[in-house]
C-alpha cells in the first residue's frame, strides 16, 4: 500500500460495492424467497451448481479481507504503542486466514447426503 492509504481506500471501495451486490443476491434468496429456500435439500442443490459455489467462493473473498482492512484501519487509529499494534496486526491477519480457510473447505468440499 502508498503511503497516502488511497490503495486501501479504493480495494474498500471496490469491495464494498461488490459486497453490496452479493448481499442483496443473498437476502433476496435467504430471506425475501420463503422459508423452503432455507431448508438443508435447497442448500445442497445450490452448493451442487458450480456458480452458486463460486458465488460464495467470491463473497468470503471479498467479505473477510474487506473486513480484516477494516478491522487494521480501527486497530492503527486507536491503539497507541507499536507492539500492541503488531501483536494486533498478527491476531487479526490469523482470524482472517482461518476463516478464509475454514469457508473455502467448507464450501468447496460441500457434499450432500
Known amino acids: ?59 468470503l473473498a471479498a467479505a473477510v479481507p474487506h473486513g480484516w482492512y477494516g478491522v487494521w484501519g480501527i486497530v492503527q487509529d486507536y491503539v497507541g504503542s507499536a507492539a500492541l499494534r503488531a501483536a494486533a496486526l498478527v491476531a487479526i491477519t490469523a482470524a482472517a486466514l482461518v476463516l478464509l480457510c475454514i469457508g473455502f473447505m467448507t464450501v468447496a468440499s460441500f457434499h450432500a447426503v
Open 1 to 59: 500500500m502508498n503511503r497516502t492509504g488511497s490503495t486501501g481506500w479504493l480495494f474498500q471501495g471496490a469491495s464494498g460495492a461488490l459486497i453490496f451486490v452479493l448481499v442483496a443476491v443473498h437476502f433476496a434468496l435467504m430471506h425475501y424467497m420463503g422459508p423452503e429456500k432455507r431448508l438443508y435439500a435447497d442448500v445442497a442443490r445450490r452448493f451442487a451448481n458450480p456458480l452458486w459455489k463460486t458465488f460464495d467462493i467470491v463473497f
